[in-house]
């Protein structure tokens, strides 16, 4: 009989209804957009970093992982490291940033193809001329790009030479000697990545070269893949807590909006019942269950709205922004909503179960 009454009511304002779980919805999809990017993100970095098949990273002294300087180390540093005992490649990077979370990155290629075993190449060829450029399917797609078209970028026209396959260091690839030119970084270098040779203790290896170099922050890249976690970025882990409250608050709020509305529509109904002998915990549990399907129904279209997300981010930005559906979180997501919309429905249900019936009856 509760479960007529509630979904009579929800049917009876089916755009009220509507409109709360849209709302709630937004709500969940914010929550499950932001830690699918932040997981979606790291993922990806991880996964370039692992594509240069390098077994050790030398940064400049005084950086670490997430904050990469753009070219501090002297280019020598590259031959220094690979006549260390133990070291089979040592391959030299340039890093500069043109725009927003957007970097160019400069390479030896020859060296770093026997390191990596290549680029996969979806179409064109590999860099033949300074002036060649290689971006990767996710950046092209973004920028709308071809292989023979001139893109600009540092003040530099460039020739779109190949487009890659993602996931090998970097979207945007030129060559190293004509990058550092053009930005002022001439015999500079960003990092270097070290390859051992087979059958090297990688960890005695990073021992002696920090004996040798004691101010350079030396990384395996076991130890790099495994920093690209939420909980190793400094701050995104708060400001991940700080958007769920955010959530939390927005769905309290438009439940409880949604709600007060819908017991000061009630009146007069809520009287009815309560003259029929309806008691005030009858009358509690209409309005709560009802706020619970709402926050339910909202979940669920809050999780279909994180796939259109998705979907979006993968069509429009793909290059910039990246975005992993996180099945783990859907239960939590459901569950911040659904307290959100209880903590919002409980003054309005309150307030009608002690309501007098002859006050309500006679409310206009």
């Not at 031959?79 to 890093?95: A, Y």
């Not at 945007?172 to 070290?194: A, C, H, M, P, Y």
């Not at 438009?254 to 002998?277: D, H, N």
Request: net charge neutral; charged share 15%; proline share 5%.
């Amino acid at each position: 009989m509760i479960n007529k009454l509630v979904f009579a009511n929800l049917m009876h304002r089916p755009i009220r209804s509507l409109l709360g779980i849209v709302a709630i919805g937004v709500v969940v999809c914010m929550m499950l957009t932001l830690v699918g990017l932040s997981r979606g993100m790291l993922g990806a970095s991880a996964a370039r970093a692992v594509g240069v098949g390098a077994d050790i990273v030398v940064r400049p002294p005084g950086t670490s992982l997430m904050a990469l300087s753009t070219a501090p180390l002297n280019e020598k540093l590259v031959d220094f490291l690979k006549s260390q005992p133990g070291i089979r490649l040592s391959v030299g990077q340039v890093v500069f940033p043109i725009g927003g979370i957007d970097t160019i990155t400069g390479i030896p290629l020859a060296p770093f193809d026997e390191m990596s075993g290549g680029f996969t190449y979806i179409s064109g060829h590999t860099i033949q001329n300074p002036d060649d450029i290689l971006v990767d399917e996710y950046y092209a797609r973004q920028k709308k790009l071809k292989v023979g078209d001139t893109l600009n970028l540092i003040n530099h026209d460039w020739k779109v030479a190949g487009i890659i396959g993602g996931g090998k260091l970097a979207r945007v690839v030129v060559d190293i000697k004509r990058l550092q030119e053009l930005t002022g970084n001439e015999q500079r270098i960003s990092q270097v990545f070290l390859k051992v040779q087979q059958g090297t203790d990688v960890d005695a290896t990073i021992t002696q070269l920090k004996e040798k170099l004691p101010t350079y922050p030396i990384y395996s890249m076991k130890e790099v893949v495994s920093f690209f976690a939420v909980e190793n970025v400094p701050g995104l882990g708060p400001f991940v807590n700080v958007i769920i409250g955010i959530a939390v608050l927005v769905g309290f709020l438009v439940v409880f909006l949604s709600m007060y509305t819908a017991v000061l529509e009630r009146t007069r109904e809520i009287g009815i019942l309560k003259s029929l002998g309806a008691s005030p915990t009858l009358i509690l549990r209409i309005i709560l269950r009802e706020s619970v399907i709402l926050s339910l129904c909202g979940a669920v279209a809050g999780i279909l709205l994180s796939f259109a997300s998705r979907w979006a981010i993968d069509i429009f930005v793909p290059a910039s922004l990246t975005q992993v559906l996180v099945p783990d979180w859907w239960p939590i997501a459901a569950g911040v909503s659904l307290l959100g919309a209880l903590l919002g429905t409980l003054y309005p249900a309150l307030r009608a179960a002690k309501q007098d019936p002859i006050e309500a009856l006679s409310y206009e």
